[in-house]
């Protein structure tokens, strides 16, 4: 194990020096200003904005006592689940492109890391954000979890960013990454990544339908003996069966050629081998040494659907972009690994994988879009106090990882062929599931290869034509096809898979009734349904969705919902509807007037105001008009009585409101100045304190004729100082307030 690291770490530190410009390294690069025009953000839902990798947000964390010592006991992270529960904080969210900061969410909070990650608090810790908490359906632009990594083992702080858009470029339904500023109790934890969390928001927006998503860490495999031991992220924990098929036909001897054979038929049944080996490929290609298709077996999840085909996710991708990991290094790796490795048409497409995957790469051109991160985050990473690396140290980890994507292309072409990827693919526009009805398939590819159609599951409910893809229907139920083309001179095999899920038993769902929504509240919903496929809701009327609530937007009106869950391949499609009625929210506690400078603690005689509303009832030394209330004496108590009122959005509760009436005029502090014509030569002191605060509160603003300036020294003091060698006339000026005369006070200076 010392020895693995060992000859990673030598291999970064060469890749250092290869090909690197030492004395442009060495110096703080500033590369051109990149204007974000979005081109690196994926998504169209409302979190895509905070997994922009051109952006740096901030996130502000208040952190109780109890719930810091409890995570300073729970620190060290040498295991899943080593970090213990989440416990109660507060946090507020600021879009620096919008500038919008959020109001303040009672969220759960605990920290994240593994071996050589995890951080305490005295530290720059990373942390797992829950927005639900304590508030039930409480979400951040749709999301439930934050993922806050502190890329202390990512001396440049973008091989993620870079690292995760190259797997979904190729077809791996992997996390978005952005960044965000992290401060913890008003302290600056630094930049931090915001990684996309694996859970039932961002897998719906992948997959159909999730049965189960487990965790793989520290040399887990999919195998007996070691797959019930995997954390169970979503699904129930207490039914393991689709991992455990999977496990099942994985635990083979790959030096036996029978059950290599066996195995490579048999794990399409429970596997998504597509994914799977664009996944690995991909590992293997950023040099993804902390992942599943390497010796440790570490930082990664599968992922279930109802049919319980199975798909790896990637993870912990920090460590990657530098040094070299062979491609088809097969030893004491992960089990399917090995296994495909033996298996001559498993190995035939991971080459093809791998064909894809190096053209993902450079079609990305990512070392633009590594200049581009390196200018967007360079100021947070120089004033990152809790940052793991200098700025010099920095500047030479993006070095290494822009020589490491533009070297890499021809070396794993080098280590394995430089075929280009045939990228087959594969769909059908079925009707009515009956007995003897055929679908004709939609089928491309490039190259000059033949597709061979086959059913991997459900071969008693289709059959299909191995040259044509026709498939046949024997008998209701779902069933899968493969296509598969072999390599051919020039091109990489490829495979693809489509699923029929007509359905065998009359789905039914269902909106549980909702109360009525008051403006700008956000409410659950909660979708109740046969089939396991994941809920499509639609909003009409003034309310907006995001994810899986719902917001008013006006004080009256009906929100009709609607639901639409497919068919899992078990139950049949359905649809529900609801409506919500919409209503005025509880207005908040107003203040009485807007008047510049008002508050109920004093009103001078004479003085005049206006009201919020014209009032129902007015008692005192007082006269209303309409909305414009005066005071009639210098002492006693005018009561103000509003009655309840509403307006487009809040239904506003009556109000008394209580004034008293002073005897009262507007005068400068003492520490101004007195009036008078002066010589100033050196200046002239006009007060003793800046700003000038009457006793009323107000501003006072020093006015000049333009012939001399005026300024603060170090002690506070304002002073005029010749600035055209003509006489300057000064005024200090105090605007009335609510029957309050305004003040001035005027120096004439001269040279």
């Not at 025009?37 to 964390?61: C, H, K, M, S």
């Not at 639609?538 to 937007?553: K, N, S, Y």
């Amino acid at each position: 194990m010392l020895q693995t690291f060992g000859s990673l770490a030598l291999l970064a530190l060469f890749g250092q020096f290869l090909g690197t410009d030492a004395a442009a390294a060495a110096t703080p690069i500033k590369p051109a200003a990149v204007v974000n025009t979005g081109q690196y953000r994926e998504g169209t839902d409302a979190a895509a904005a905070l997994f922009d990798p051109l952006v740096v947000n901030r996130i502000d964390l208040t952190v109780p006592q109890p719930s810091i010592d409890y995570m300073n006991q729970h620190a060290s992270g040498a295991a899943p689940g080593s970090h213990g529960d989440y416990q109660p904080a507060k946090m507020t969210f600021t879009n620096t492109v919008t500038n919008e900061t959020t109001n303040l969410m009672d969220v759960g909070i605990r920290l994240k890391g593994g071996w050589g990650s995890a951080r305490g608090l005295d530290q720059k810790a990373a942390f797992k954000v829950k927005m639900n908490y304590s508030v039930k359906g409480q979400n951040l632009y749709g999301l439930k979890k934050l993922t806050l990594n502190n890329m202390v083992q990512d001396n440049s702080m973008l091989h993620e960013v870079v690292g995760y858009r190259l797997f979904r470029a190729a077809g791996v339904p992997a996390s978005r990454a952005g960044y965000v500023r992290v401060y913890v109790n008003g302290q600056d934890y630094g930049l931090h990544l915001n990684l996309e969390t694996y859970d039932m928001v961002s897998l719906a927006e992948r997959f159909s339908t999730t049965k189960h998503l487990y965790e793989g860490a520290y040399w887990q495999d999919i195998i007996n003996g070691q797959y019930d031991s995997m954390q169970v992220d979503e699904g129930d924990a207490a039914v393991k069966t689709d991992l455990q098929n999977l496990a099942n036909v994985n635990s083979i001897d790959p030096y036996n050629p029978t059950q290599v054979a066996t195995w490579f038929n048999d794990v399409q049944k429970y596997a998504d081998l597509n994914e799977m080996l664009t996944e690995w490929a991909t590992e293997r290609y950023i040099a993804h040494w902390d992942g599943y298709a390497y010796s440790i077996k570490n930082n990664y999840y599968v992922h279930f659907n109802a049919q319980g085909i199975g798909s790896i996710l990637p993870s912990g991708i920090d460590q990657t972009s530098s040094g070299g990991l062979g491609m088809l290094d097969s030893n004491s790796v992960g089990q399917m690994f090995q296994n495909c490795m033996a298996s001559a048409p498993c190995t035939s497409l991971y080459l093809g994988a791998v064909n894809k995957v190096r053209a993902a790469a450079l079609s990305l051109n990512l070392d633009k879009m590594i200049q581009d991160v390196q200018t967007s985050i360079a100021n947070d990473v120089a004033s990152d106090p809790r940052k793991a690396q200098s700025v010099n140290d920095w500047n030479w980890a993006v070095q290494d990882s822009r020589n490491f994507h533009a070297n890499r292309p021809a070396d794993v072409a080098n280590q394995t062929n430089s075929n280009s990827p045939s990228d087959v693919h594969l769909s059908y526009t079925y009707g009515d599931w009956t007995a003897g009805a055929t679908f004709a398939p939609t089928a491309s590819h490039a190259g000059p290869a033949l597709a061979v159609f086959a059913v991997v599951n459900g071969g008693d409910k289709c059959s299909v034509a191995p040259s044509t893809g026709v498939v046949t229907v024997i008998k209701l139920g779902w069933c899968r096809v493969s296509v598969r083309v072999p390599s051919a001179s020039g091109w990489g095999a490829s495979i693809a898979y489509f699923s029929f899920l007509p359905g065998s038993v009359a789905g039914t769902s269902s909106i549980e009734p909702m109360a009525d929504l008051p403006y700008d509240e956000t409410a659950p919903i909660t979708v109740v349904a046969d089939s396991l496929a994941t809920p499509i809701l639609t909003a009409d009327g003034p309310c907006i969705l995001v994810g899986a609530t719902v917001t008013a937007t006006a004080g009256s009106g009906s929100c009709v919902i609607t639901v639409h869950v497919a068919s899992d391949g078990n139950y049949t499609a359905s649809s529900a509807t609801t409506t919500v009625k919409i209503v005025r929210a509880v207005g908040p506690v107003y203040e009485l007037s807007n008047s510049r400078g008002f508050t109920t603690k004093g009103l001078p005689k004479g003085g005049v105001i206006t009201l919020v509303r014209t009032p129902s009832k007015v008692s005192g030394p007082c006269k209303a008009t309409g909305k414009t209330l005066k005071a009639t004496a210098d002492k006693g108590v005018c009561v103000v009585s509003i009655a309840k009122w509403s307006d487009e959005f809040y239904n506003y509760a009556a109000q008394v409101s209580r004034i008293k009436l002073v005897s009262a005029t507007q005068v400068f502090p003492k520490d101004v100045t007195a009036a008078g014509t002066f010589k100033y030569p050196d200046g002239h002191q006009l007060s003793l304190n800046s700003p000038v605060i009457t006793n009323w509160g107000q501003e006072a603003q020093f006015v000049t004729n333009g012939n001399c300036e005026t300024s603060v020294d170090m002690g506070g003091s304002t002073w005029a100082f010749d600035s055209s060698g003509l006489t300057c006339k000064v005024t200090l000026v105090v605007p009335k307030l609510f029957g309050l005369k305004g003040l001035t006070r005027t120096w004439i200076l001269k040279p």
